[in-house]
């Protein structure tokens, strides 16, 4: 069943928002190339970038200057109405995938846990053929204040981009949310909270959040640290250390 989740995750990626994704993907990192003066190894999530301007696509005025820019940006210029509601739909089957390729992956994880806590002889045999699976888990949640949302865009959202709802001024329903993200954030190993009270200000009237959460193996393997080091000795020819 598993591998039959993975097939259908590799049929969506072919679809056309494939394409308009690697596209805003290209026009990111070279323009986050551009700014980095250090040269320094950038890592972003172009999927949760696109993502999030989208929802905020769908709630735009039609006709307006926001809409137009928001199209542009998330690479659906020149599109259909028709094409574009192919999109949304398209997003929606992805994060079905994710969601389907992260439950076979937890299941197959804790299965493999089982058998190792178990008494049997080979388990360094076993050890060998661990769970290769991927793990992607995405979290979306819209936090509004005094703000009211049109049920057909709370509706549009749930349904295309599964995005959760809470309300800032609401304190217990505030305090949920920097649970949650936190405990998702420690589970995924970050390094310390990623949510406090500081990082709302009084007079926030939504905030979106989006994170993501990526672990797989490297299709072909290879030893750390095996790169041999450059000896630096002042001016004369580098060579490896």
């Known amino acids: 069943t598993f591998i039959h989740q993975e097939q259908q995750f590799e049929e969506t990626r072919h679809s056309k928002i494939a394409g308009r994704l690697y596209k805003v993907a290209g026009k990111l990192l070279t323009q986050l190339n551009e700014q980095d003066k250090q040269q320094t190894n950038i890592i972003m999530s172009p999927v949760s ?16 200057q ?25 997003y929606a ?21 089982e058998l190792m806590k178990a008494d049997i002889k080979p388990k360094l045999k076993l050890a060998q053929v661990q769970p290769r699976s991927p793990l992607l888990d995405l979290s979306t949640t819209l936090m509004t204040g005094n703000a009211y949302v049109q049920p057909d865009y709370s509706k549009n959202i749930t349904k295309y981009y599964h ?3 809470g309300n800032v001024d609401d304190a217990k329903a505030k305090a949920e949310l920097f649970v949650k993200m936190n405990n998702w954030a420690k589970e995924a190993e970050f390094d310390g909270r990623i ?8 007079k926030t009237r939504a905030l979106l959040l989006n994170a993501i959460r990526v672990e ?23 060579m490896p250390a």
Not at 55 to 61: I, K, P, T
Not at 66 to 73: D, F, H, N, T, V
Not at 93 to 113: A, N, P, V, W, Y
Not at 195 to 202: A, N
């Open 216 to 238: 797989a193996f490297w299709t072909k393997d290879f030893e750390e640290f095996e790169e041999k080091k450059i000896f630096y000795n002042y001016g004369a020819k580098d």
């Open 163 to 165: 995005t959760s709802f």
């Open 93 to 113: 089957q992805i994060l079905s995938d994710f969601e389907l390729i992260t439950k076979g992956t937890l299941e197959e994880r804790k299965s493999f846990e």
């Open 49 to 64: 970038i696109q993502q999030t301007l989208s929802m905020l696509f769908l709630g735009s005025e039609t006709g307006s």
């Open 195 to 202: 949510m406090d009270e500081g990082c709302l200000m009084k």
């Open 66 to 90: 926001s809409r137009k820019e928001l199209q542009e940006a998330i690479g659906y210029a020149n599109m259909s109405e028709s094409e574009i509601q192919q999109c949304h739909e398209d």
